[in-house]
């Protein structure tokens, strides 16, 4: 298996028909590059920790040191908490639109320019 | 907000553990620190999404799709799938959908650019392992049922028995070491949480319960058939697959991880003919028959009873059925996997009659066996399927066991 097959291949299309639930597909497949963004750097942020971490403890840097890492208890739970922090930051919009539709007495700036006004 | 000082990360944390928690063996791929952050970020985007996400899908179904198809229609839904056909037309259901879709594709991306990479090592592994011990019986021969190669079940390309070349694994491998990122560690290090949970049952409820051999039909890697071998060293347990890729690895874990009294067989639990009549006390099955076909179905359950000797005991574990007491809302929640998930007998399984079902395949009402079951982890590292009080819709590790003990 050559690295191009497996680079061809890991992102193959399951068989079946691929549902879409947006009205327009040009919205999900923006969604779909977004959330392998949202993805990736995560990943990033995950490993800059990991050598800021192995940094601290050792004073120098050992690349093989970050591929055998392990957190502990506290730090794996520091992890958590920010991925649960930055997934609630990135899925904003969906928690602001829950509120919306419970929300009383919402009014449009621009409208409550135009009743400032008269 | 409770008023409550914020007591720093340790002490607020609540979710998945982190990956590296996740049991090893002999051929358990290699994951570079990028490979297993990628499916830390998976684990908490499922997470994120049945604890944060649903909610505000709940929401918009009481206060917006259901007040509106009973505005359109003068009456309240009838059944679960006029229900999700009206949920598809709300954003907030859209929007979780199209999430959920993307982190079942993100997640098969990852697991098979971490196993294709290095598929030919793992081959070499599985080999090397499962070298003149004799627990491995392919049929490359054997064929594969329409509802295996319709469609991929879960998103996952090429299924459970797509072999790239002679020797592959790399589909067993991308099974194993992912299912972490949609389980979110609630099936414990070895992903053995189910199987742990029937033998847990069958210990409390069947004490005097001694089987010589046991079957487990849809094997795949055998995350629920090793922890029965291990709670029953003296019994011989043969597991079934139709996947090939699925079986060697299967073997060759099995192998590794010291469990000896297991032997895994490629075949199709619609066929046991290579098995004689009443020859094995305890056939069991693990989140297998959602992924069936109703002719499947009806011919494994047949063929399940048949070699089943007296007094022996066939346990089904599913996720539950949708009981005329679950709301139409929860249903089709549920409902999601079966047409948006690649598994599409989920729907038609959760609600026909099992237990007319297993009275058709020859077994007595009166032989019937009902009950709940949880996966049973490592409470220290593990969240506990028991203790969850998130919702999310046929992934909780919280299932139903349909089943039945032969008279004797």
Known sequence: MSIADALADAGAKPAGKRPYFFANPEVERVLAVTMAVVQELAVTRARLDTLERVLEAQGGLDRAQIERFEPGAEAAAERGLWLQEYLSRVLRIVQQEAEAATATGDVASEDVAVELRD | ?408
């Not at chain 2, 099936?187 to 010589?212: E, I, N």
């Not at chain 2, 494994?300 to 070699?307: G, K, L």
């Not at chain 2, 079966?338 to 007998?345: G, V």
């Not at chain 2, 009275?359 to 969240?383: M, N, Q, S, Y």
């Open chain 2, 1 to 408: 907000m409770t008023g409550r000082v914020n007591e720093g990360p340790i002490q607020a944390y609540d979710g998945p553990p982190d990956y590296r928690k996740v049991g090893r063996h002999g051929v358990f791929p290699e994951m570079s620190h990028d490979e297993i952050e990628r499916l830390n970020v998976l684990a908490q985007l499922n997470r994120h999404l049945s604890t944060r996400v649903i909610p505000g899908v709940k929401q918009a179904y009481e206060t917006r799709v259901l007040p509106a198809f009973e505005k359109a229609n003068g009456r309240a839904p009838e059944d679960r799938h006029e229900v999700r056909k009206a949920l598809l037309k709300d954003p907030a259901y859209q929007t979780w959908s199209a999430l959920r879709r993307l982190t079942m594709e993100q997640r098969q991306q990852a697991g098979r650019w971490t196993t294709l990479r290095q598929a030919e090592e793992l081959a070499a592994k599985a080999a090397a392992l499962n070298a003149g011990r004799d627990r491995l019986e392919l049929d490359p021969a054997l064929p594969i049922p329409r509802y295996v190669s319709a469609v991929d079940h879960h998103c996952m390309p090429g299924s459970y028995h797509v072999e790239r070349f002679e020797g592959d694994v790399s589909g067993g491998a991308n099974y194993d070491h992912g299912g972490f990122a949609t389980t979110g560690g609630l099936l414990g290090r070895f992903s053995d949480g189910g199987g742990q949970a029937v033998v847990r049952w069958v210990q409390r409820r069947l004490p005097d319960f001694k089987p010589r051999r046991i079957l487990d039909i849809g094997a795949t890697v055998g995350h629920s058939a090793l922890p029965i071998a291990q709670a029953f060293p003296d019994a011989e347990v043969v597991a079934i697959d139709v996947g090939g890729p699925m079986l060697r690895y299967a073997a060759a874990r099995a192998a590794s991880l010291g469990v000896e009294n297991i032997r895994f067989v490629q075949a199709d639990g619609a066929d046991l003919s290579r098995f004689e009549s009443e020859s094995f006390d305890w056939v069991q099955t693990t989140m297998f028959l959602h992924e069936l076909s109703l002719a499947s179905m009806k011919a494994i359950f047949a063929e399940s009873r048949r070699v089943l000797a007296p007094g022996g005991v066939v346990l089904h574990v599913e996720q539950p059925q949708y009981a005329p007491t679950m709301p139409l809302f929860e249903q089709a929640m549920r409902d999601w996997d079966a047409f948006y998930n690649n598994e599409p007998f989920w729907s038609t399984l959760h609600e026909i009659d099992l237990d007319a079902r297993m009275v058709e395949a020859g077994f007595k009402a009166e032989e019937l066996i009902h009950d709940g079951v949880t996966a049973v982890v490592d409470r220290e590292v593990f969240p506990d399927a028991a203790d969850d009080d998130s919702e999310d819709y046929g992934r909780k590790a919280a299932w139903r066991v349909i089943g039945a003990r032969k008279s004797q």
